[in-house]
């Protein structure tokens, strides 16, 4: 795993070490880490390794649709990459998405209750 640190001088560190670099300094937990980056990762080839500063929120609500519908995820497992993708688009990037209301919902599991 490189680190921010790793970067040539006069290069910008990339992008995923900008997010691990980020994650640090917030004091997000080593799992968080791992799991936003790749949410970041899967975001990033599912649009053909295309850089997430040049794709926009209707990119990020096809995505995550894409993960309700076609993936069929869990409504939790969506949420988190919905975290994953604004943290990148927040706080590396600073561009402020605007409300993602056009994402179809990852359907929530019913609860089976014993009587």
Do not use: C
Not at 67 to 96: H, I, M, P, R, W
């Amino acid at each position: 795993m490189s680190d921010a640190s790793n970067a040539l001088p006069g290069n910008p560190p990339k992008l995923l070490d900008q997010v691990r670099a980020k994650i640090r300094l917030k004091h997000y937990s080593i799992r968080t880490e791992q799991a936003y980056t790749d949410w970041i990762k899967r975001f990033i080839l599912y649009f053909g390794k295309q850089h997430p500063r040049d794709l926009g929120a209707r990119e990020v609500e096809q995505f995550l649709t894409h993960l309700a519908v076609d993936g069929k995820v869990a409504a939790s497992t969506q949420n988190q990459a919905k975290a994953a993708l604004l943290f990148l688009y927040k706080e590396v990037l600073a561009v402020q998405l605007p409300w993602l209301d056009n994402v179809e919902q990852a359907k929530a599991p019913k609860r089976f209750r014993w009587y």
